[in-house]
């Protein structure tokens, strides 16, 4: 059974840093493209970052470029986001997923299979 446990969410003030986990189990995560969405408050979930089995390519959403940072544990089973300069607008329930097998990493929604429950990221002003 293919699980994904997203942590680290919480209130942080803007200017802040978090960092979320995700740790997978179920598949050998290391063949797969990993991804991190967020759906804000009366909004659409939308693409946040990318990257590739091996940790060697990443791709990120604009409003994140230069911010955040996407990367894999040394298992390839944990993926990282280190969030910096947070802005209140950064607030949304963040969820980690799995792509399917062979493709690079996409901000496409639905090249995506297996989803965490997520987790809250709030950012006060």
């Known amino acids: 059974q293919v699980q994904l446990v997203e942590s680290g969410g919480g209130l942080v003030q803007a200017g802040g840093s978090l960092r979320l986990s995700c740790a997978a189990s179920?598949?050998?995560?290391?063949?797969?493209?990993m991804g991190w969405f967020r759906r804000a408050p009366r909004k659409e979930r939308e693409f946040v970052a990318a990257?590739?089995?091996?940790?060697?390519?990443?791709l990120y959403t604009d409003s994140v470029k230069g911010r955040f940072t996407i990367s894999r544990g040394n298992a390839k089973n944990t993926v990282y986001l280190q969030m910096n300069s947070l802005k209140p607008e950064d607030t949304a329930v963040y969820y980690c997923a799995s792509q399917r097998a062979g493709r690079a990493p996409t901000a496409d929604l639905s090249a995506y299979d297996y989803w965490g429950q997520g987790t809250q990221v709030t950012v006060s002003s």
């Open positions: 179920g598949r050998t995560f290391s063949n797969y493209s």
């Open positions: 990257i590739s089995w091996s940790g060697g390519s990443t």
